[in-house]
């Protein structure tokens, strides 16, 4: 079969002509053999088993906070009158903002037919599920007596007792809850023929079983292919709303208050950028490594990187939008509380963690404009950490800044977190981290399916077919007919 | 995969076949005009019904014509194949946009009638204008209309004279060009319609304030924008031309653009609404309040049900996007959604009950003749497809997988 050299620069797409999205040996059976080598190591290397150690270790000091908070109270953490929503919060609003990347890689990016979303998208959303597990920890655990959490279920009871409708607190419980369930089963219902490819060539009996049990009986015939492929659109285009709708009712939370900083209504949409956002970076952060760990420049190529960097690009842009209009706004506004706050972030008692979020998330990512720098992982890797850390930053200013100083300076407060907070916040990428690893050690790390439905060797360049994102034109340097399967 | 049409045989240029329809639309221009100045001068009220009519039937073209842009911009800025073959239609639609910043000196005339806060003793007895008026004063006022019309000509006539330049010389570098430019041009694009709408339509009132309102903006020319082109289209394919370059997989994908963009419109207003109903602060809830009341609740309904909920309904499944007629008609229908969406804002400001302003309906007859005209005249000797763009191929044989 064909190969494309690696060093191809396919990130250069000449107009009429679609690059190549697979570079190298990229034939269906070393697409195959490449992924699957990865789950089927005897054991894992050195390097996992210390980055698992590291990551578990801080899973049991999750734990252990836990386990100290629900003994002890939620005096533990650093809040009070009149910041009352501290850690908890900023965490959860993080972490769900993460998790937004998988979907939109899986749901927008494939009605839009963005092909080059087939090398990123299951690694995506497998971060976007353990992502959205780290979330929905945190406002379980804020509630302060996490065995009355079944209270937030609307169940009929004796004491006539309900949920507030009313509150988009509540709609978080749903709209969360929601999000999870439908992105497991896309990420799941997507994984089976690839969990089906891992069953047949599994070796031992416990690898064939579990596999097995996995693949939920997939043959892979043309029946099959037909029914995944309608459902894979049908969930896609229910999923869509979903990106829109979680980091929405997220933005509720703050906005429907009258609270100076936190009532906007360009929230939802601004909350939603911030999601890609953030998402999109925790992706390259997790993606470069691995990438070059695992040896996957071949399916991940420097245009998947270059794609993303554009991404983050254009939803930073928005997020600095929104930053703009938001001070504009407080201006033009005229009401004294508004101006104060904008002015209070800026300057205020922490200002730094403002100008933190700004210099990360408005100013850093602008570099991306430069071709060079979108093409070096390295430095890519750099300014995802600092956009993780500005959004981040963005949630504590949202939170913090608006409640420690309201209305009446009488009133006013400070927060800092406690050792609990940091360690709680620590130990949630320790669980995050675990879950992760343990998805690259036994899990397709790729679609090899649909990474398959875009390479030469699916047939697209014999015939005018020109769907988006496939090849269209001369396809550089593959012709070389001995290598021929 | 489909067949490759054959361009040559393809009927692309206007030529004389446009020349009624550019004589129809100076004649509706005129009449237009003229039935709205009567309406105006007639009315007992003096001018003020005249203005607010212009203002809305100027944000409700200069909408589409910005939609236009923005298409066209995204296309290059995202490199699409399948759009090329509607693409000089959007081409079109953006190039009226220099005739729309010399229609726009009406509004400036009338800034007196507009805007309350052009009027030095409204902002002496109001310590909240006098807080904004150094943004909101006439002269700052028209410098920032200036320049937001400045950009979007300018922008527009980059994209579109570029895509023409391209169909005698055939070189990709055009391509480039556009690809390298269309991404600080949605900076640009970005900011002015924000801030447009900032001053043409939320400083009507200038008291409330929306940081969502650029946003709601912009969503509402997308919606009008897709109704048009979807509508330009099955108008031009009905005269004669186009009609096997663009195919039902255009019009799928048009109507799915259609769809999403009325969903967005829908999620933009419904959250501006509900987080100002929500919150109950006085000066953000004034502006809904007065748009329930004297009548304006049932327009603000239509709206809900019309603007969203049935074209919802009617453009959800494959079918009605794939047949170009029922197409046509769901995307008439957003057009008309798109108008009293703009009414609905901007004609309460200027009439406390709920009317219809027949000198919006006059403008609106009157603008559309008009850019209907220019635009026509302008593209009747060039081809409605951008003839040699590289990815034309890709666009004739495009298909919804």
């Keep these: 079969m064909s190969a494309i050299p690696l060093d191809l620069d396919n990130t250069l797409e000449r107009p009429g002509e679609r690059a190549p999205l697979v570079l190298g040996k990229s034939d269906l059976a070393s697409i195959t053999e490449q992924v699957c080598e990865i789950a089927e190591r005897p054991r894992p290397s050195r390097e996992w088993w210390l980055a698992f150690g590291t990551s578990a270790s801080l899973t049991f000091v999750l734990f252990a906070m836990l386990g100290y908070l629900f003994w002890t109270g939620l005096g533990v953490w650093g809040i009070n009158q009149p910041v009352a929503w501290g850690f908890a919060i900023i965490n959860f609003v993080f972490w769900v903002g993460i998790g937004h990347a998988g979907t939109l890689i899986s749901a927008i990016l494939f009605l839009f037919r963005q092909k080059w979303r087939t090398s990123i998208n299951r690694f995506a959303e497998a971060m976007t599920i353990f992502a959205v597990i780290c979330a929905g920890l945190f406002p379980a655990i804020h509630v302060g007596r996490p065995w009355f959490e079944y209270w937030l279920a609307p169940l009929p009871n004796q004491m006539q007792m309900w949920p507030n409708f009313r509150s988009p607190l509540l709609w978080d419980v749903f709209a969360v809850s929601t999000y999870f369930t439908v992105s497991l089963m896309f990420w799941y219902m997507g994984m089976v023929p690839d969990l089906a490819t891992l069953r047949d060539r599994a070796r031992s009996k416990i690898r064939q079983i579990a596999y097995g049990i996995a693949a939920l009986g997939w043959r892979g015939s043309g029946r099959h292919w037909h029914r995944y492929e309608r459902a894979y659109l049908l969930l896609a285009a229910l999923a869509t709303p979903l990106v829109l709708s979680v980091h929405s009712v997220v933005s509720f939370d703050f906005a429907v208050s009258q609270l100076p900083g936190w009532h906007a209504t360009i929230f939802p949409p601004y909350f939603v950028a911030g999601a890609i956002f953030s998402g999109f970076a925790m992706v390259l952060t997790l993606l470069i490594p691995v990438r070059h760990i695992f040896r996957l420049e071949s399916l991940i190529t420097p245009r998947h990187l270059d794609n993303m960097a554009k991404i983050i690009l254009a939803t930073g842009s928005m997020v600095g939008y929104s930053y703009i209009i938001e001070f504009f706004i407080a201006w033009y506004s005229g009401n004294p509380y508004e101006s104060f706050t904008f002015l209070n972030r800026a300057l205020g008692p922490y200002a730094w963690s403002y100008w933190i979020m700004f210099t990360c998330n408005a100013i850093i990512p602008q570099l991306l404009w430069f071709k060079r720098l979108r093409q070096t992982p390295g430095l890519l890797l750099v300014i995802s950490i600092f956009v993780n850390i500005g959004m981040w930053f963005e949630r504590f200013v949202i939170v913090v800044t608006s409640l420690s100083r309201d209305f009446l300076p009488s009133s006013w407060g400070v927060y800092w977190p406690t050792w609990v907070d940091l360690l709680t916040f620590l130990g949630s990428f320790g669980l995050f981290f675990t879950l992760f690893l343990l998805f690259l050690r036994f899990l397709p790390i790729v679609a090899m399916a649909e990474v398959k439905s875009v390479v030469p060797a699916a047939g697209l360049e014999l015939g005018p077919h020109r769907g988006h994102g496939q090849y269209w034109g001369e396809i550089p340097h593959q012709h070389d007919e001995e290598n021929e399967r | ?401």
């Design chain 2, 1 to 401: 995969m489909r067949a490759m049409v054959d361009l040559g045989n393809e009927p692309r240029v206007l030529g004389e076949k446009a020349s009624p329809v550019v004589r129809g639309g100076w004649l509706a221009a005129g009449v237009g005009l003229v039935a709205a100045l009567a309406l105006g001068a007639l009315s007992g009220q003096g001018w003020r019904g005249f203005f607010f009519a212009y203002l809305h039937a100027w944000a409700f073209f200069a909408s589409i014509a910005l939609g236009a842009l923005f298409f066209v911009m995204l296309q290059h800025l995202t490199n699409a194949g399948w759009s090329v073959v509607v693409r000089r239609l959007a081409e079109a639609m953006a190039s009226t946009l220099p005739l729309l910043a010399l229609l726009f000196v009406p509004i400036a005339v009338g800034l007196g009638e507009l805007y309350h806060w052009s009027h030095a003793d409204a902002v002496a007895a109001d310590p909240l204008l006098q807080w904004k008026s150094g943004y909101l004063n006439t002269p700052f006022f028209l410098i920032r209309c200036a320049l937001y019309l400045g950009v979007w000509v300018w922008l527009a006539r980059f994209f579109v004279g570029r895509s023409l330049a391209q169909d005698t010389s055939g070189d990709v570098a055009h391509t480039l060009a556009m690809r390298r430019r269309a991404a600080p041009a949605m900076f640009l694009f970005a900011f002015t319609v924000t801030f447009a709408a900032f001053d043409l339509l939320m400083s009507l009132d200038p008291h409330w304030y929306s940081t969502m309102l650029g946003v709601y903006y912009f969503a509402g020319a997308a919606v009008g924008f897709f109704a048009s082109l979807i509508l330009f289209s099955y108008l031009v394919q009905r005269a004669g031309f186009l009609r096997r370059a663009i195919t039902r997989e255009h019009y799928h994908d048009l109507g799915k653009l259609l769809f999403a963009f009325t969903v967005f419109w829908a999620y933009i207003s419904f959250s501006q609404f509900m987080l100002m109903w929500y919150a109950n602060i006085p000066e953000e809830t004034l502006f809904y309040l007065h748009r329930q009341e004297h009548g304006w609740g049932w327009a603000g309904l239509a709206l809900v049900f019309g603007h969203f909920l049935l074209p919802f309904l009617a453009l959800l499944s494959r079918g009605p996007k794939r047949r170009k007629g029922a197409l046509a008609v769901a995307a008439g229908w957003l057009l008309i959604m798109h108008w009293l969406d703009l009414y609905w804002f901007v004609i309460p400001v200027q009439s406390e009950h709920a009317t219809l302003n027949w000198a919006s309906l006059a403008l609106a007859v009157g603008l559309a003749g008009a850019l209907m005209a220019s635009m026509l005249h302008r593209v009747r000797a060039t081809s409605l497809v951008p003839e040699r763009d590289p990815r034309l191929m890709e666009s004739l044989t495009f298909e919804n997988a």
